[in-house]
């Protein structure tokens, strides 16, 4: 019942709550890469070691519990068709890594799906831990949390000099990666993400795409995380990440104020024309549908559409990508018969809003 | 555009490259990308993150260290006995093949650490809670320590002395846990 759950609802429970500075930032992450210390990694252990993995998970953790994580399930990648491996990962819930490995790759999930443990992916075990909004010292230590509780069962790969030991040497310290999804409409309009980049980049930080590493920036999303995990701790990677999101988010504010004084009539249109676009259109790709989405969620954030709930962008995204549409579908669709079913999907949920 | 090498035919090829931060561009045409060595399908067109950090391991073969590398090559042959990862290979994948790699590469991981977490080489981060064992008295006792170093130069030696007798019973304890372990 729950596989079906995480595939076919395209909003993670936990994303419909409101986060603070929830305008700018969609969501928060911390990803943990833990190993166990007496197995090879994933990359050289054999099918037997990987699979044993998987056994204990299933013996140890399936059905089990922890704090507001009620019941985890286990998904294993061998079980799913490959439209709801795709699901999962639009979701965020598994990463394309781990969709491939199709003969011990799983998943612990938990129901409101805010926490997802990656097994047998580049290391034996990837904790990811999500919260709306900008949240990451609270991500931190639920995930700090959740991390002890796998530990009490687990001897954990460790060595005083390098900490947390993983397959790849970028990760090797605390295994952290934390990052954040924020929504830059006005920084790219007014051309400053250029020079944001590489000033963020300096500071040791990582700007991607919604889709992670090399993906575009969709939907003017960007991910923005840790490069460095070695020699600094946890709580001190955070608060650097933090201080730069937030004067992000500040420059955001500052230049769509900018935009709406020295243009309004003109941004206003462009939100509505967009907003037509969504609405009427017969056939839409993917990158124009994002464009458009992006359009009227600030719209939505400055007040010039109302009626329309600000959690839109968040899922229309998800829901206008291939595998989603075609579960949706429940067939296999051309990538033209995909443009049709998107534009359709949007004009529904549309109409659902006024309503 | 034109091509910044032959300046004749037009730029297809960009190149950006960033150094910590330090952006740099080149434009060519094909044939002088080529030439330079910038055309990646010449390479066999992977361009994953293992590829680009088995770029960096090569530096033991640069000018600056050839002088020793060409008389006395230390690392090849070098196989983690555990999982029979050769040296060899952790250079061409960027990926170790279980825990004790760590070890058995030890003395030549610290270079790669320090290009990759800008400098670092040790972990400062946490300690598992379970199998940390001693590791979190080791840590509180060197916080004391530095903090008892403060107070004495501050003259706060009431202060100071009640951080010393905490610093005794966590040696005390220590002291107690290790000879239970032996």
Known sequence: MSLQQFINEAVSPWMKEDGPDSDIVLSSRIRLARNFAHVPFPIIASEDQ?????????????????????????????????????????????????????????????????????????????????????????????????????????????????????????????????????????????????????????????????????????????????????????????????????????????????????????????????????????????????????????????????????????????????????????????????????????????????? | MECQECHQRPATVHFTQVINGNKTEVHLCEPCAQEKGYMMDQYGGDFSIGNLLSGLFNFESSPLTSGHSTTFTPNSGLKCEKCGMTYDEFKRTGKFGCAHCYQTFDAQIDPILRRVHSGNTRHNGKIPERMGGNLHIQRELERYRGELQDLIQREEFEKAAKIRDKIRSLENELNRKKDGEE
């Open chain 1, 50 to 355: 990987l699979g044993k993995i998987l056994e204990f998970f299933s013996q140890e953790f399936e059905h089990q519990a922890f704090g507001d994580y009620q019941r985890f399930e286990l998904v294993q990648i061998s079980d799913l068709k490959p439209i709801e491996k795709r699901v999962l990962v639009e979701k965020h819930l598994i990463s394309p890594n781990l969709a491939e490995n199709t003969d011990t790759g799983a998943a612990l999930i938990s129901q409101n799906e805010q926490v997802s443990v990656m097994i047998n992916e580049e290391d034996h075990i990837r904790i990811q831990l999500y919260y709306p909004g900008l949240q990451l010292e609270r991500a931190l230590d639920k995930a700090s949390e959740f991390d002890n509780w796998l530990e009490e069962k687990i001897d954990y790969a460790f060595d005083e000099k390098r900490g947390y030991l993983t397959s790849c040497p970028t990760n090797v310290g605390t295994g952290m990666r934390a990052s954040v999804m924020m929504h830059l409409p006005a920084l790219v309009l007014t051309q400053q993400m250029n020079q944001v980049i590489p000033a963020i980049n300096q500071l040791g930080l990582v700007v991607r795409g919604i889709y992670g590493e090399g993906s575009e920036a969709l939907g003017n999303i960007f991910q923005i995380s840790n490069q460095i995990t070695l020699g600094k701790s946890e709580q001190d990677i955070v608060e650097d990440l933090k201080s730069v999101v937030q004067q992000l988010i500040e420059r955001e504010r500052n230049a769509r104020q900018m935009i709406m004084n020295q243009s309004g009539i003109k941004l206003e249109d462009k939100i509505f024309r967009s907003y037509g676009v969504l609405a009427h259109s017969r056939v839409i790709e993917s990158k124009e549908a994002s464009r458009c989405l992006s359009d009227v969620r600030l719209g939505i954030d400055l007040g010039l559409i109302q009626n329309v709930s600000k959690t839109i962008l968040n899922e229309l995204m998800v829901l206008t990508q291939p595998g989603f549409l075609q579960q949706y579908a429940k067939k296999a669709l051309s990538p033209e018969e995909r443009d049709v079913r998107r534009a359709e999907l949007i004009r529904e949920r549309l109409k659902l809003e006024k309503e």
